[in-house]
């Protein structure tokens, strides 16, 4: 039974048991092929994921978790703004360059940032909004080696 102020989970989510030691923190479900929090699916905030409109400014960077996100976001955030390091009336490295698909700033808050926008994510190409294939923004996806060796970058785009 869903609790009040809950949104219903996507058709097809379902309730998934993770290994003990990790992801412990919030009940999790699977829903097409990925593991999703609880929290982000019932808040309703993964349907204002899905809503998302991309730009053709846009910037995305799309990785695995622990693939060298946070390096990549930097440099991409550097090659965007003239090639300054950020300083700290920039603000916070989540404030500039948003996860899009996380709670903070939230996806609301990257809707309404000004271009060229640099934007993050987790999410796999079939979970993106639908709006991302058509946008032409530019993509940094980012794959890690079966070995976890080395990780290899792709600018098709930029």
């Given at each position: 039974?869903e609790?009040?102020?809950?949104?219903?989970?996507?058709?097809?989510?379902?309730?998934?048991?993770?290994?003990?030691?990790?992801?412990?923190?919030?009940?999790?479900?699977e829903?097409?092929?990925?593991?999703?929090?609880?929290?982000?699916?019932?808040?309703?905030?993964?349907?204002?994921?899905l809503?998302?409109?991309?730009?053709?400014g846009?910037?995305?960077?799309?990785?695995?978790?622990?693939?060298g996100?946070?390096?990549?976001?930097?440099?991409?955030?550097?090659?965007?703004?003239?090639?300054?390091?950020?300083?700290p009336?920039?603000?916070?490295?989540?404030t500039?360059?948003?996860?899009?698909?996380?709670?903070?700033?939230?996806?609301r808050?990257v809707?309404?940032?000004?271009?060229p926008?640099?934007?993050?994510?987790?999410?796999?190409?079939?979970?993106?909004?639908?709006?991302?294939?058509?946008?032409?923004?530019?993509?940094?996806?980012?794959?890690?080696?079966?070995?976890r060796?080395?990780?290899?970058?792709?600018?098709?785009?930029?």
């Open positions: 039974m609790e009040e102020g809950q949104h219903p989970l996507p058709e097809g989510a379902k309730l998934v048991q993770v290994p003990e030691g990790l992801l412990t923190r919030n009940e999790h479900y829903y097409k092929g990925c593991i999703i929090p609880v929290t982000i699916l019932r808040s309703g905030m993964f349907q204002e994921v809503d998302f409109e991309f730009r053709s846009d910037v995305v960077v799309c990785s695995y978790p622990k693939t996100t946070t390096w990549t976001q930097e440099i991409v955030y550097m090659l965007t703004h003239g090639c300054q390091k950020s300083k009336e920039d603000g916070t490295l989540e500039r360059f948003p996860f899009l698909e996380f709670p903070f700033p939230g996806v808050a809707a309404a940032m000004e271009g926008r640099c934007i993050k994510t987790h999410l796999p190409r079939h979970l993106l909004p639908k709006s991302f294939a058509s946008s032409g923004a530019k993509t940094i996806p980012m794959e890690v080696t079966l070995h060796e080395a990780i290899y970058l792709a600018f098709p785009d930029l």
